[in-house]
């Protein structure tokens, strides 16, 4: 009888399934993991950790993220971003409670309903031009605390940066929490493409966060090349309530954690984070000087992270996406969105744009 503890000799019974050489504009997600995330998951593999968050590697993890959000900083690791989403909105809200965000925000459009159905609150939802809040679109929607038959405001949450590629500055989310806590308001932050943000301002991640009033943050890694994981970052503990209770009944506790935490480790103890960040909003910025070359395409947004918005042809688009994945924005519009990732090379967009002058061209 073989031996149970001998180990076999080849790595893996996996095989590969796809072509690593195929690219595209789709979305961030669509990378893989970065050769420093994968070898740190290496290094936290093997022997025992104990589960559920009390291993070494999620201690680490809190002195960490105090450098990058203060000591006052709470970080609970989570298995993805609507996860995260939904903790964070849960601990910041009553059953009766409602948050008032973007229209185009992620968790209005994106997350399957899960901050209504899961998190049991309501979206109170305001247009905007550029993905931006302001205090002035706050106000379409704070009011009514007093009102039985309405949902009561009590968040305000937004993304950094938004959903259509642009980025708040310091002062603006400045005046936004300011404005939203004198009306009583707590405020969530939405970082799925944080670091994106912090590049494109070149400035620290606290200078847009704690700094100028967030309550809670969720930070995103896997979109910045972790292979999987984000995080609800608590910078505000008056704010929020039984969050350890919270991520456990929305399962987001990880039994094997430390792999979560390793990798968030990996990312933002050294520069990784922001050369990951940098890299894929200079291939945006080469894309959309590109693009703007190409007579017939129209960019619809300011470029300020890893995102191109742009308008063209429905017959361009469909062709195009022969070769090369990415999505409509609005199918109906013709408006299409192209993302760049860490691992976008200069060849890949140069490739991208050549093949869009070509489907031009034929199209005219």
Known sequence: MADPRAVRSRTTDAARHHDPGVRGFASDNYAGAHPEILAALAVA?????????????????????????GPTAETFPVFNGTGANVVALQALTDRWGAVICAESAHINVDEG???????????????TPDGKLTPELIDRQAYGWDDEHRAMPQVVSITQNTELGTVYTPDEIRALCAHAHGLGLKVHLDGARIA???????????????????DVLSYGGTKNG???????????????????HLRKLSMQLASKMRFVSVQ???????????????????MAQRLAAGVRAVDGVEILHPVQANAVFARLPHTVSVRLQERFRFYFWDEKAGDV????????????????????????????
């Open 226 to 244: 972790m292979l999987f994981g984000e995080a609800v970052v608590v910078l505000n503990p008056d704010a929020v309530r039984a969050m350890k």
């Open 264 to 282: 968030l480790e990996a990312l933002l103890t050294g520069d990784l984070w922001l050369r990951n960040a940098r890299h894929a909003n200079t």
């Open 196 to 214: 994106n943000a912090a590049a494109s301002l070149d400035v620290p991640m606290r200078t847009f966060t704690n700094t100028v009033g967030v």
């Open 45 to 69: 593999n093997g022997g025992h950790q104990t589960a559920y968050g009390e291993d070494d590697y999620t201690a680490h993890l809190q002195r960490v993220m105090y450098r990058h959000f």
């Open 337 to 364: 969105r192209w993302m760049c990732s860490f691992d976008t090379t200069e060849d890949d967009v140069d490739t991208f744009v050549q093949a869009l002058k070509e489907e031009m061209a034929a199209a005219a």
């Open 113 to 127: 309903g899960a901050p209504e159905r899961v998190a049991g609150l309501k979206l109170l939802t305001v247009p």
